[in-house]
């Protein structure tokens, strides 16, 4: 008796977590847009260390989250049901942020 | 004189005590994705606040009981396990968060992993507690807590167009993303109306041996510095939405606040940034401990008194003790700051019924207020926070799974 409730606890949380994954599942446009905000915010990050406003230290750990910020939208995206056109999409603004990603890496100095 | 500097201490204590990690968290998300939208739930989660603070405080400086020992005395102790158990959870994740915040502004001054700093902060918390006195703990977070002061100044130096921040006021469906509009106006809610801040504030006036010559001084303090507060808090909104907003940024880490406030204010802005970040969620950090044994020390019965020697109150220490470690673990375990903030803060939201609701009923019992029972006006404003807290009780949980990140 003790078992089959359990089970069925397990499968309420199953279902619970598969329902809040439909809901929040990812679509072309939020993923463009929240990879967007990852090459602004390495674009502003450039602009401030250009004037020295904020320390190498951070800039280096803040390149690096949001350099794992573009892996997690990109496994995302291989994870997401999208057409080939919105394939296309994503895989560009996921290139144009790493690039500026990466020129902020650079500009900070990280290893 | 005496009458105003209290006035004026507590105003400094609203102001560095309303900004910490949610309220900071939750302001900047709400401006970077939906512009100035969002004001009018910084707007009333302040009013709220202000009634639930000065009710409390009234009802300690006239009853002389905190607000958790009228509740246990009033409705019993079958009745307030609820919100005990309710109000510990709640507020060992909000102190989770604040741990976690005040780690992310080292790691960001430092270098070094938040994981890394959650133990040390936890650590140096308990020393404070340890060693300090109410007034101490209180005053001082809340004096270097000023620098928070940056924030407006940014918000002022960016020229923000007023007109369309008053705009934001006034309550206006979200065009889209209305999961997550309305989840982060639950978690405004709830980061400004924390149970913590209304047990703390009710125990610090008994350690203050407030009485019934206080309840003017009181009503001021609570009005004048959570006003201060809110309008900081609403400052984090503004400037987001200025910095990050216009360039198309959204909050997904807590790492981005370090840019908050260097367009306007240079190097000074990084520095001020992680200041405010890490004193506010370190004084909070040091307050929710405090809250957490005020409440454990209270339903029990125990003695409890911050500013005697810890071993005169052995459980009362021991309780702060327990409670600060454990909430460091889940920031020493790398878990996300930003979404523990947001989903501690909906749950404050959610837990609000159980504690709310009997303030109301000890605020118009006579046996505890004599003739400082609730007038008409905080009687509206007491029934409609109790309204709102039901409403939030029930679609919390939905919003979350809808809207949280």
């Given at each position: 008796m003790r078992r089959r409730s359990m089970s069925a606890a397990r499968r309420g949380i199953i279902a619970l977590t598969l329902f809040a994954a439909a809901c929040r599942s990812a679509d072309a446009p939020k993923l463009v847009e929240t990879i967007d905000s990852h090459a602004a915010t390495a674009r502003l990050l450039v602009a401030e260390l250009g004037t020295q406003h904020v320390s190498r230290r951070y800039a280096i750990d803040l390149t690096h989250r949001l350099g794992q910020g573009l892996d997690q939208q990109a496994t995302a995206a291989e994870?997401?049901?999208?057409?080939?056109?919105?394939?296309?999409?994503?895989?560009?603004?996921?290139?144009?942020?790493?690039?500026?990603?990466?020129?902020?890496?650079?500009?900070?100095?990280?290893? | 004189m005496k009458k105003l500097l209290e006035v004026a201490l507590g105003m400094v204590t609203g102001i560095g005590g309303f900004l910490e990690a949610g309220s900071i968290a939750t302001a900047a998300q709400a401006g970077a994705d939906f512009g100035y939208q969002l004001l009018w739930a910084i707007a009333l989660g302040t009013l709220a606040l202000i009634f639930l603070l000065e009710a409390s405080g009234r009802l300690a400086a006239v009853s002389q009981r905190t607000l958790a020992d009228a509740m246990r005395e009033r409705f019993g102790i079958t009745y307030f396990v609820i919100p005990l158990v309710v109000g510990l959870l709640v507020s060992v994740l909000v102190l989770s968060s604040e741990i976690g915040g005040a780690a992310l502004a080292l790691e960001m001054a430092t270098g070094i992993a938040f994981r890394w700093w959650a133990l040390p902060v936890a650590l140096c918390g308990w020393f404070v507690l340890w060693r300090g006195t109410f007034g101490a703990i209180e005053n001082g977070t809340a004096l270097l807590g000023l620098a928070s002061i940056a924030i407006a100044v940014a918000a002022v130096r960016l020229h923000p167009a007023w007109a369309h921040v008053a705009s934001g006021l006034a309550v206006t469906r979200p065009t889209h993303d209305r999961a997550h509009y309305w989840f982060l106006a639950v978690g405004i809610f709830g980061a400004a109306v924390s149970p913590y801040l209304y047990y703390f504030y009710s125990s610090g006036a008994i350690e203050e041996g407030w009485d019934v010559g206080c309840v003017a001084s009181n009503r001021w303090s609570a009005t004048l510095g959570n006003l201060f507060g809110g309008a900081l808090s609403a400052a984090v909104l503004v400037v987001a939405v200025l910095v990050f907003r216009t360039r198309g940024i959204h909050v997904e880490r807590f790492q981005q606040m370090g840019l908050l406030l260097t367009p306007a204010l240079g190097h000074w802005g990084f520095v001020l940034m992680l200041a405010t970040l890490g004193i506010n969620c370190f004084g909070a950090t040091a307050e929710v401990a405090l809250s957490c044994a005020y409440l454990l020390a209270q339903a029990f019965g125990w003695e409890w008194k911050q500013d005697a020697r810890p071993r005169e109150h052995a459980r009362f220490s021991l309780s702060y003790t327990v409670v600060i470690v454990l909430a460091a673990v889940p920031t020493a375990l790398g878990v996300d700051a930003l979404a523990l903030t947001n989903f501690s803060m909906a749950l404050t939201s959610a837990s609000l019924p159980v504690t709310v609701l009997p303030l109301l009923v000890l605020m118009n019992d006579r046996a505890y207020l004599h003739k400082h029972c609730n007038g008409w006006t905080s009687n509206v404003a007491l029934g409609i926070i109790g309204v709102l807290a039901v409403v939030l009780l029930f679609v919390t949980i939905p919003l979350q799974i809808l809207g949280g990140s």
């Open positions: 994870q997401a049901r999208l057409s080939s056109d919105d394939r296309r999409r994503v895989g560009d603004a996921l290139a144009r942020a790493r690039r500026d990603v990466a020129r902020a890496a650079a500009v900070a100095g990280a290893p | -």
